[in-house]
């Protein structure tokens, strides 16, 4: 009998648009280890006729509708896996920059602007319990292709050790059994999680960097050690119901069962960026938050983690920019257990169609937009 703890999910190549997935090979696919073992929640509904005509008070029959599929789950961030992840998020990714030769590279990583596509990528997912190699412990395996992430949130609250990263996804409702991705064995497709060399984002490597101007084009007020804690989260806000009509796609071709999307779309990705930190006569003198939010005042801001090192010279590094921004809302909160503390909630203002929020992400993976593990 198989048990939860036997639960594996695992992330695929993006796809080469929305319905396309490349091909199944080896180590193609990305083991995911997130928080708990909460399965894919697929739907598909049947709707029938009752309170139709049919000389009774109960449904006679049904007929298929519409066919979806989300999944959730939070992971301990590795610079590797916030790139991995970043590709599904952001949308854009920029041609890498090699640093130093076939040692280092920085990417940069960006809101899609609607004037020129609002396609986000999409991975197929998989999920199994049971040892597949194992026909009688095999009781759940498929594969849901074309996922795209529906929000996403970056955060170091909390206790534990790393930068959390928690996440929402939606597919098209399609729905592969078996799979045909082997997670195990000679032969396997999946990139498991011990095989993988990555590099923890430390809950505490964090500093945070205020600016009273767009872009980070005024004075700098550096947090340092005042900083508590932040939460980054993007919504993509995808028009969920859109892409069935029209597509005449069907679960297993046959338009007897469930339709599916054969696309979806953002309808406009939006950002929200809160802080924690102390409240010292230093901030309130240099960047008072309430002041700020009082006068509608134009800030900006810079988070950036910092990790091991990659070569003599560069270390691993994760930095979020937010480029425009007014404060939206300073709430005093308690931090470590009695200090005074600040809550800064931002409203960020869009530069020309995109909204300012931007990844750079300094490494030793040469091109995310191919990266696996």
Request: charged fraction near 20%.
């Amino acid at each position: 009998m198989a048990q939860t703890s036997q639960s594996v999910f695992a992330w695929g190549k993006v796809q080469t648009n929305y319905t396309t997935e490349m091909a199944i090979a080896n180590d193609g696919f990305r083991q995911i280890c997130k928080e708990g073992y909460e399965k894919p929640v697929f739907s598909s509904p049947n709707v029938n006729n009752a309170g139709y005509s049919t000389g009774s008070a109960f449904a006679t029959k049904t007929t298929k509708d519409r066919d979806d599929v989300t999944f959730s789950g939070t992971e301990r961030a590795t610079f590797e896996l916030l790139g991995f992840l970043g590709v599904m998020a952001f949308g854009m990714v920029a041609a890498p920059t090699v640093v130093v030769a076939d040692e280092v590279f920085t990417q940069l990583f960006s809101l899609l602007d609607p004037y020129v596509s609002d396609q986000l990528p999409t991975r197929p997912l998989v999920s199994k319990v049971g040892e597949p190699a194992v026909e009688a412990n095999r009781i759940h395996d498929v594969r849901f292709p074309s996922m795209m992430c529906e929000q996403i949130s970056f955060s170091n609250e909390g206790t534990t050790p790393d930068m959390q990263i928690a996440g929402s996804w939606r597919g098209s409702g399609k729905r592969v059994n078996p799979s045909g991705v082997q997670y195990y064995g000679t032969g396997k497709d999946v990139l498991l999680d011990e095989e993988m060399t990555e590099h923890f984002i430390k809950r505490t490597a964090g500093t945070l960097i205020f600016n009273d101007d767009a872009s980070m084009g005024g004075t700098d007020v550096e947090l340092g050690c005042d900083f508590r804690s932040a939460n980054i989260t993007i919504n993509e806000n995808l028009n969920t119901d859109a892409g069935y009509e029209g597509c005449a796609l069907f679960q297993d071709d046959d338009p007897n069962l469930g339709a599916i999307r054969g696309g979806m779309r953002t309808r406009g990705q939006a950002v929200s960026f809160e802080a924690i930190c102390v409240l010292t006569p230093g901030l309130v003198t240099d960047f008072d938050p309430v002041e700020k939010m009082i006068a509608g005042a134009i800030i900006s801001a810079e988070l950036k983690y910092v990790g091991g090192a990659i070569d003599e010279t560069h270390d691993f590094e994760a930095t979020f920019n937010l480029n425009k921004a007014v404060i939206a809302t300073a709430e005093l909160v308690e931090v470590d257990g009695g200090t005074q503390g600040i809550k800064i909630t931002t409203e960020p203002l869009a530069v020309g169609n995109i909204m300012p929020l931007t990844l750079l992400i300094k490494s030793d993976v040469p091109n995310f937009n191919a990266y696996v593990g």
